[in-house]
């Protein structure tokens, strides 16, 4: 029932930006917290960034804090994370989530970093 479907990601140079776009539906979207999560070849999946219901609340990983931004329109269904400055060791799989995590991941969407 739950779908979460993650779009905007790509190659983008070192220092560049990029906004990834979740569009959701199967649950009432504007009752939960979001996140976004990445997982790079060989690593563990990490918590990038977490958003309230509401979207009043933020909250990031110290290696992505000051770079980005992690925001929602609720009218739409879709959480966003705009990612500027960015870095080789940014380059991940990212996914969004909702909190609590019940029901389906999507596929996520890749982002690589490299000049």
């Known amino acids: 029932q739950v779908q979460l479907v993650e779009s905007g990601g790509g190659l983008v140079q070192p220092g560049g930006s990029l906004r990834l776009s979740c569009a959701a539906s199967?649950?009432?979207?504007?009752?939960?917290?979001m996140r976004w999560y990445r997982q790079a070849p060989g690593k563990e999946r990490e918590l990038v960034a977490t958003?309230?219901?509401?979207?009043?609340?933020?909250n990031y990983a110290d290696s992505v804090k000051g770079r980005f931004t992690i925001s929602r329109d609720n009218a739409k269904n879709t959480v966003y994370l705009q990612m500027n400055s960015l870095k080789p060791e940014d380059t991940a799989v990212y996914y969004c989530?909702?909190?609590?995590?019940?029901?389906?991941w999507g596929q996520g969407t890749q982002v690589t970093v490299s000049s």
């Open positions: 199967g649950f009432t979207f504007s009752l939960f917290a």
């Open positions: 989530k909702n909190v609590p995590d019940f029901g389906s």
């Open positions: 958003i309230s219901s509401n979207g009043r609340n933020t």
